[in-house]
């Protein structure tokens, strides 16, 4: 296993080497500062602002910042919507797919827009190169800009010395995309094509096999998706078993820049969030609480897939390690990603909200699969979503400034601001709707026929896939325990249909939407409620909240947070089956 | 409701703006790129013998349990390239367990008519298990190794001969760290086709 170690610890070094350099870029976007792709993007940037008549200097307080991202993301959805039910007329459908169904285009609608890409569809089986690139690449794009456009008008709130405006959400909107995500995804996607990531217009091409078979290979337009996919920890994979074939990750080079990919905006939004705040320590020491909760998932997932699964003990498959063969739990792993790498990349990507997969999650062994729901239990703060992650993140700190507050018996402050029942009240609903919504919407769904008919596997592991659903989708992750399913494809085994189910779909659908804006409304509010308060100097009786000590509080409240939440669920699946070695 | 008007038709814009950039200027610059710089792995990295398309370098195929072929891991989908999907039997399921006692016998039945000492516990774990993609390109250099016995004496080759072909289509690790080495069965198999051992 030491192999693997090192690979994971020199990847967190390379991360936390261009942490600074990517977040002080993103912070120089932030403020509408010339950033070197000025000369070259910025007639782009002012052509836009002449298409949407807005002034990019025009501010916003927390309400008209809110509206417009509702507003943006309500035309995004019908935009989606409609692309998806109209697809049989669309050119660029060299397979002749139809339109999707109402229910199921509902649930894609509602993924795409969240940023969570839960997918009920697999891709190459469904959609057309039309609807994946105008459709899919389109909010892949945006609903991350509106993720990091949240986190721009939050920052601004604590930074402000006084007034109400928190930025102007159109103009975010177009420089996160124009110098940020477009730039990097452009360079990423040829960097995937030179390694074997396809990059193509063309249908499926037919040919004979060596053994006297024949085999078809669907095609499209990969790479540009699966660069925007990672970057925006979007996670929807252009194939149905997303960043496990080899045609959206061919090898383990690609699989490092991925990973990459997803890191690299969250985790330097910390830097960003430092800089802005003028206390970079800040910035560090909530760069540290999420790199430690993030070090234990990878460890606990590596560790118990080495172990291999019940299924393999019993049936006498050998998993030690042995030469030439890493041993452990292989199933529904690839073998040039091995186990450490399959560990790191499921880790990666439910830490962050990505939710894009490398291995077949429905296969972890028990305690590997605890990791990343107990990591989306977190609400998705270790790193998490583009720019949801840090906003989220932030509530945890006003919580923990305010539970430390009652502790030492002072008025509990957050960067020399006064932190009081308003923005109490309003964190505490930002950070209990969604565990609410994943508990509420699991229960219903494991004690409805409508919710159980989703259920692929007997046993515990039925209930955790149900779990693993919710959790997912509320968190706005997307990835999957993929038994569980909305819409069987036609043509695969177990096929219940060709038509999607509508209470997983709308449930589903339901649960993304709400967990997404609500907590994304409350951050916003506690930023409006802050940008008015004066800013006190530090005194000798202050609190600091960037120092070790608060690292170890936020990580404790984090923790015990989702702990009090989803330990009930959490024994009901995935730890039972960690404990047992019986067979379901 | 005014600035609620304004917003509508600034997010109608924004949309129709955005869509024209990174929906179809973005994936269609970044095509025509690719295809210029990157023709053979941007169209899906295709091997061709004799003219023909044979099969893609990423992609395994299903070599029907043939002995004069390596055999790649097992798969969900029976090497479907254009229908993917997981096994996705959870790791106490039975039905899986029964799988891998299959897949662990006709393994074993297979190998040791070339190499009777072959022991259950000598078996790596990606020879009995599927992949994710259901098309994994690779197997693990053991899985080669005990395979590479059968191959060579159906094919009455010397046995180190064909350990040879093994190692020279086994792909590395990136930069030597990062990843597992992989034999690239497709390939060793065209390789002990087109005379390559001879």
Redesign the interface.
């Given at each position: 296993m030491a192999?693997g170690w090192?690979?994971i610890v020199?990847?967190l070094l390379v991360l936390t080497a261009l942490v600074p350099l990517v977040g002080s870029y993103i912070a120089a976007v932030f403020r509408g500062d010339r950033v070197f792709l000025s000369p070259v993007l910025g007639p782009?940037e002012r052509f836009?602002y002449r298409?949407?008549?807005?002034r990019p200097g025009e501010g916003q307080d927390w309400k008209?910042y809110a509206?417009?991202i509702v507003?943006?993301s309500?035309?995004?959805w019908l935009?989606l919507y409609l692309i998806l039910r109209t697809q049989s007329i669309q050119p660029l459908n060299p397979e002749g797919f139809g339109s999707g169904p109402w229910n199921l285009s509902f649930n894609t609608a509602s993924s795409f827009v969240t940023n969570t890409n839960w997918q009920y569809y697999?891709g190459?089986?469904t959609l057309s190169y039309f609807v994946q690139?105008?459709?899919l690449?389109?909010q892949n794009?945006?609903s991350a800009a509106v993720g990091i456009a949240v986190l721009a008008a939050v920052i601004r709130g604590f930074a402000a010395r006084s007034g109400s405006a928190l930025g102007n959400f159109?103009s975010d909107?177009?420089r996160i995309?124009l110098y940020v995500l477009?730039p990097i995804?452009?360079i990423a996607?040829?960097v995937l094509?030179?390694?074997?990531?396809?990059?193509?217009?063309?249908g499926?091409?037919t040919?004979?096999?060596?053994?006297?078979?024949t085999?078809?290979?669907?095609?499209g337009?990969v790479?540009?998706?699966e660069a925007i996919k990672e970057l925006g920890t979007n996670g929807g994979g252009f194939?149905?078993?997303n960043s496990?074939?080899?045609?959206e990750n061919?090898?383990?080079?690609t699989?490092?820049a991925e990973l990459l990919l997803i890191l690299i905006v969250p985790a330097s939004l910390t830097y960003t969030f430092g800089r802005m705040v003028g206390n970079r320590r800040q910035g560090w020491a909530l760069y540290a609480a999420m790199m430690a909760m993030f070090v234990v998932a990878v460890a606990v997932v590596y560790v118990a897939e080495q172990h291999?699964?019940?299924?393999?003990h019993?049936?006498?498959?050998?998993?030690?390690s042995?030469?030439?063969?890493?041993?452990?739990?292989?199933?529904?792993?690839?073998?040039?990603?091995?186990i450490?790498?399959?560990s790191l990349w499921t880790a990666v990507t439910t830490v962050t909200s990505c939710g894009a997969?490398?291995?077949?999650l429905?296969?972890?062994?028990?305690i590997?699969?605890l990791v990343p729901l107990a990591n989306m239990g977190t609400g998705e703060v270790v790193f998490g979503g583009v720019g949801s992650g840090l906003y989220y993140m932030l509530l945890f700190v006003l919580l923990t400034v305010f539970i430390a507050g009652l502790m030492v018996g002072r008025t509990p402050e957050f960067l020399g601001k006064k932190i009081e029942s308003r923005e109490v009240k309003l964190v505490l609903v930002g950070v209990l709707v969604t565990p609410l919504l994943v508990l509420f919407a699991t229960a219903w769904a494991v004690a409805s026929p409508d919710g159980t008919q989703s259920i692929?596997?007997?046993?515990?592991?039925g209930f955790?896939e149900s779990l693993y659903a919710y959790m997912s989708q509320a968190n706005n992750n997307g990835s999957a325990?993929?038994?569980y399913t909305g819409f069987v494809?036609p043509?695969?085994p177990g096929n219940g249909g060709s038509e999607a189910f509508s209470f997983a779909t709308l449930l589903g659908g339901v649960v993304m939407i709400l967990a997404r804006f609500l907590p994304m409304i409350a951050a916003l509010a506690v930023a409006g409620s802050l940008a008015g308060k004066r800013i006190a100097p530090a005194g000798a009786g202050t609190f600091r909240a960037d120092s070790p000590t608060f690292v170890v509080l936020l990580i404790g409240v984090v923790v015990i947070v989702a702990a009090l939440t989803f330990f009930p669920a959490f024994l009901l699946g995935p730890v039972v089956?960690g404990l047992?070695d019986?067979?379901? | 409701m005014n600035?609620?008007r304004r917003?509508?038709?600034?997010?109608?814009?924004?949309?129709v703006?955005?869509?024209l950039?990174?929906?179809?200027a973005?994936?269609l610059?970044?095509?025509g790129?690719?295809?210029l710089?990157?023709p053979g792995?941007?169209?899906?990295?295709?091997i061709e013998v004799d003219g023909?398309?044979?099969?893609?370098?990423?992609?395994g195929?299903?070599?029907?349990g043939?002995p004069r072929?390596f055999q790649g891991?097992p798969s969900a989908t029976e090497?479907?390239?254009?229908?993917?999907?997981?096994?996705?039997?959870?790791?106490?399921?039975?039905e899986?367990?029964?799988?891998?006692?299959e897949q662990?016998a006709a393994y074993l039945k297979r190998e040791r008519r070339y190499d009777p000492d072959l022991a259950?516990?000598?078996?790596?774990?990606?020879a009995?298990?599927?992949?994710?993609?259901?098309?994994?390109?690779?197997?693990?250099?053991?899985?080669?190794?005990i395979q590479a016995r059968r191959v060579a004496e159906v094919r009455s080759l010397p046995l180190d001969r064909v350990l040879a072909l093994v190692s020279e289509h086994t792909?590395g690790?990136?930069l030597a760290?990062?990843?597992?080495p992989?034999v690239n069965v497709?390939e060793l198999?065209?390789a002990l086709?087109g005379g390559a051992a001879k």
């Open positions: 192999q090192v690979q020199v990847f782009v836009a298409v949407l008549r807005v008209a509206r417009s507003v943006f309500l035309v995004s935009a697999g190459e089986t690139m105008v459709g690449t389109v794009f945006v159109w909107l177009v995309n477009l995804s452009f996607a040829l094509v030179s390694q074997g990531v396809i990059q193509t217009l063309d499926s091409t040919f004979n096999t060596i053994a006297g078979g085999q078809t290979l669907a095609l337009p790479a540009s998706q194939f149905n078993v496990a074939y080899p045609f061919a090898n383990s080079l699989n490092m291999g699964s019940p299924a393999q019993h049936a006498g498959v050998a998993t030690a042995i030469e030439g063969s890493t041993g452990g739990n292989m199933e529904g792993k690839e073998q040039r990603f091995g450490a790498q399959s997969v490398n291995a077949s429905d296969s972890l062994t028990g590997g699969g692929y596997n007997h046993g515990p592991q955790s325990f993929a038994g494809q043509n695969a089956q047992t019986q067979l379901f | 600035g609620l917003d509508l038709v600034t997010a109608t814009s924004a949309i703006f955005l869509t950039l990174l929906g179809i973005y994936p610059v970044t095509t790129v690719a295809q710089v990157f792995t941007s169209n899906g990295s295709e023909e398309v044979v099969g893609s370098k990423l992609i195929q299903d070599f029907k043939l072929y891991r090497y479907s390239g254009n229908v993917t999907y997981f096994n996705n039997l959870g790791p106490n399921s039975r899986l367990s029964d799988f891998f006692a662990l259950a516990a000598d078996v790596p774990a990606d009995v298990t599927t992949s994710a993609s259901g098309v994994d390109p690779h197997i693990s250099e053991a899985n080669a190794r792909d690790r990136f760290l990062f990843g597992e992989g497709l198999n065209l086709d």
